[in-house]
């Protein structure tokens, strides 16, 4: 049988609601405490983001102001400009050298272009793979700078091209492009993130969209949610990423410094292990020292409970051994005090028990002398008295006038009630000595029997007897027929003026008891004074209307208290009476 948690030990539930409730403190604690470190850490990661974009930002702005510069400067230089008038004729060794200045030869990743107005390409010194297309014109006013390109998948790279005019404020008679590659490398990636601790991502690419670098591969442009965002904002790249956008001033490229999430929270979730390694020793310890202390407790009491459980059942020599100063201890003393006072007590009672006892036995020899007087010494003037009176009825009968007839004739009926009184008195007495012989009675057959007999002894007299089925009973047969006897013989002398008499026997269920139960169409009583039918002598009717000594019922209801049940009655004058009893066991029998 499983047994839930509400009936467990002391001993089981001490240490489980202990262990619970720290587990509860603790677990908010530590929820509480790694929210804190979780939002320290956001907000130390934001700081840093946009400090490191800032120094990125500031960085990444030299490059195009330098190219604009040497752009600049080239397309102003009057070889240069003899060059394109020429349309190429004129001034190359010139032109190239001018070039070495910005692209030297050992410079990688960077071509020089020089195109007419007509869209002719003059002159290219540098890396050949990194040619332009033809595009339109830089204005004239302005140093244009193009946004990051890509060609064949891999190669990115960005140009600056700046218009070549005739004289200071002549017309645009060409341009000079500067073709600049990105070069892409996992040793350069990890150079310029190192700068910053060698955690942090740095994405570069077009404001607008693709394409987009981590400085050692080309990859799709970050979210434009980011790329809109003037605050760092954590989104999805890979992973959940935590990162800042911001525009490098005068180019159409932007700056993404990002951090990993998990990354950034590691410090986060290892304080979390850390904390929960300690919360659980906390709550191991916790529950070992309730445990101990449930232990501590329930263990007198244990002793206390077994002990008091060996008292009850008999055993006055129990004691318990609970050492201490403590409560627990002051309470062994005081139950070993108390089982003393007992074992004195109950050998007190049993000496009291043993004198009583003997009283109770002489009491019993008087009584039992008493009933033999009864029986014996007061029968034999009553059988005198009613045997003169006999006689002189019988022998001077026709020498007695009328009133002296009738005066011996109530002599004779007093002596006969007296005699018959004597003998209730004395059946009433024996059924608080006799011992309840406890047994299955069938009490449909028992009734039915009585029954019998109350109509043969009732002779012409019309009455009707009807006797259900009844359900067995356990108990003493001899006694619980004198008690349906003295029923059913009441019920047939109060019915003796209806025309017929009927009475009728049966039972209902009241609960997880049985109550049988007699009622007749008599003379009934006054429900008021129901609690004097099963007294002894107590009578709710004359003698000369219904004849009796007023013991019978009084033995009917010692008879039923002595197996365990209870007896009353109902009725009403004229319309009848019902009385009721039950029998405990009856059930089961």
């Not at 064949?152 to 600056?160: P, R």
């Not at 007839?405 to 608080?432: C, P, Y």
């Not at 007023?550 to 002595?562: D, E």
Request: net charge positive.
């Amino acid at each position: 049988m499983i047994r839930l948690p509400w009936s467990w030990s002391i001993e089981r539930k001490l240490p489980l609601f202990v262990s619970a409730l720290l587990l509860v403190v603790v677990l908010v604690m530590l929820g509480a405490a790694y929210q804190q470190v979780r939002h320290a850490a956001l907000s130390l990661a934001a700081e840093r983001v946009q400090r490191l974009t800032k120094v990125y930002v500031d960085l990444l702005q030299r490059e195009p102001t330098t190219r604009r510069t040497q752009m600049t400067t080239l397309a102003a230089d009057p070889g240069v400009r003899e060059f394109v008038t020429s349309g190429g004729g004129r001034g190359r060794d010139w032109v190239l050298a001018a070039m070495r200045h910005i692209a030297p030869d050992t410079a990688p990743n960077l071509a020089i272009e020089v195109w007419d107005s007509a869209g002719r390409r003059l002159l290219l010194r540098g890396d050949t793979a990194l040619r332009s297309d033809a595009e339109a014109a830089p204005p004239s006013d302005s140093v244009v700078l193009s946004p990051y390109r890509l060609r064949h998948d891999t190669l990115m790279y960005f140009a600056v091209q700046a218009a070549v005019r005739r004289g200071t404020e002549g017309r645009v008679i060409g341009r000079v492009v500067q073709i600049r590659r990105i070069n892409l490398s996992k040793v350069g990636r990890e150079t310029l993130a190192g700068i910053a601790g060698g955690d942090v991502a740095l994405l570069i690419g077009n404001a607008g969209g693709d394409p987009w670098t981590d400085l050692e591969h080309v990859i799709p442009a970050p979210p434009a949610e980011l790329r809109t965002s003037h605050q760092p904002i954590s989104y999805q790249r890979g992973e959940t990423k935590f990162g800042l956008a911001a525009p490098i001033a005068g180019t159409p490229w932007m700056l993404v410094t990002e951090l990993s999430r998990r990354q950034m929270l590691a410090p986060s979730l290892a304080y979390l292990r850390t904390m929960a390694a300690i919360a659980a020793a906390v709550v191991l310890i916790g529950a070992l020292g309730a445990w101990w202390v449930s232990h501590r407790i329930t263990t007198p009491l244990n002793r206390l409970t077994t002990a008091a459980a060996a008292i009850a059942s008999g055993d006055l020599t129990q004691r318990v051994d609970v050492p201490g100063s403590d409560e627990l201890g002051r309470l062994g003393r005081s139950f070993n005090d108390m089982a003393g006072e007992v074992q004195r007590a109950r050998s007190d009672l049993e000496g009291q028990v043993v004198q009583r006892t003997q009283a109770l036995r002489e009491t019993n020899a008087e009584l039992e002398a008493f009933s033999y007087s009864v029986s014996h010494d007061l029968r034999a003037p009553l059988r005198a008295i009613h045997g003169f009176a006999r006689i002189l009825l019988e022998d001077h009968g026709p020498a007695l006038d009328p009133e002296a007839k009738r005066v011996l004739g109530v002599i004779d009926q007093n002596t006969k009630r007296m005699g018959q009184l004597i003998d209730d008195l004395l059946a009433f007495s024996r059924l608080g000595r006799k011992e309840v012989d406890s047994a299955r009675v069938d009490m449909t057959e028992l009734v039915r029997s009585v029954a019998d007999e109350m109509r043969r002894s009732a002779g012409d007299r019309p009455l009707e007897i009807t006797v259900g089925p009844l359900p067995p009973a356990r108990g003493d047969r001899d006694m619980l027929r004198q008690a349906v006897t003295n029923l059913l013989d009441n019920a047939a002398k109060f019915t003796r003026r209806r025309t017929p008499g009927r009475i009728d026997v049966g039972h209902n269920t009241n609960g997880a008891e049985t109550v049988y139960f007699v009622k007749d169409n008599g003379a009934g009583f006054d429900q008021r004074y129901a609690g004097k039918l099963f007294g002894v002598f107590q009578r709710l009717h004359r003698a000369d209307e219904f004849e009796g000594t007023g013991v019978g019922l009084a033995i009917v209801q010692r008879i039923v208290l002595r197996h365990g049940g209870r007896v009353w009655a109902e009725g009403r004058p004229d319309a009848g009476a019902t009385f009721f009893f039950t029998l405990p066991g009856a059930s089961d029998a």
